[in-house]
């Protein structure tokens, strides 16, 4: 049963607009939810648009276990303008004509930045360096070196190739492309990147995020669609954990002991990813993982 005056338990999935922080999405989910227990699974920068998984009341605790590590993207890169924040919120930097660039050598620069690589993510990002975030450290005046990291890009994919003008005439070239990536990736450090290996510079103007896991852009709802049917928006916690989870239903003995956290035999699905328990009544109770053929709980919902 849940407590008066609490908001629903399940996540929604939002279509944020460009412009605003992903915090500030947050807070709109807590006025219309009625909690204060709300979180979200990975941050779109506020220029991007598109998936943003929110969790609310129990299914904060969700969030962790979800597995969102995969991730595509529809963007924009800009060639021949390299900008503070590799994307065009910051200043630019460096502007270098692109006549040059050829058609195949960007696709040798994309096929380089795809598969497994090391990438080194934008100085002005939400990584803390000594417990401060890079951003900061770099608004501040600071020279940031970030150290890079093992990223997969599965998928970078050339959709048109436009002509571009700087605005003091530099011939610039504007790609629009699509990347299936792994949590962690940068998109914006790919243009940045690309831009490099082709020697003119290169940034995002436009990014929206396609997919996070098993969740849909088709399936997202704007924040004003939110306003005039939150209710109905909300993916209950049951549900989203039978989407998202191997499940198990055990008998009222078996529930009884695992929410009391008595380890049982495991059901031998042999799955990599936590399995979601459910009772005779389809009541969702718990996430476990199998571990020497007993079944271990990770988190209890009940």
Known sequence: MKRKGTGPDGLVIVDKPAGITSHTVVARIRRLAGTRKVGHAGTLDPMATGVLVIGCERATRLLGHLALTSKTYEATIRLGQATVTDDAEGEVTATAPTSGVTREAVAAGIAALTGDIQQTPSKVS????????????VRDG???????RPVTVSRFELHEWREARAEDGTALIDLDVTVDCTSGTYVRALARDLGDGLGVGGHLTALRRTRVGPYLVAEAHTLEAL???FAEAVLPIAD???????RWDVDAEQARLLVNGVRITAPGLDASDPIAVFDPDGRFLALIEERGGKAKSLAVFV
């Not at 939400?126 to 450290?137: N, P, T, V, W």
């Open 142 to 148: 600071e020279d940031v070196e970030l150290a890079a």
């Open 126 to 137: 939400a990584i803390k360096i000594d417990g401060k975030r890079s951003y900061s450290r």
């Open 240 to 246: 989203a954990a039978a989407a998202a989870f191997p």
């Open 227 to 229: 306003e005039s049917g």
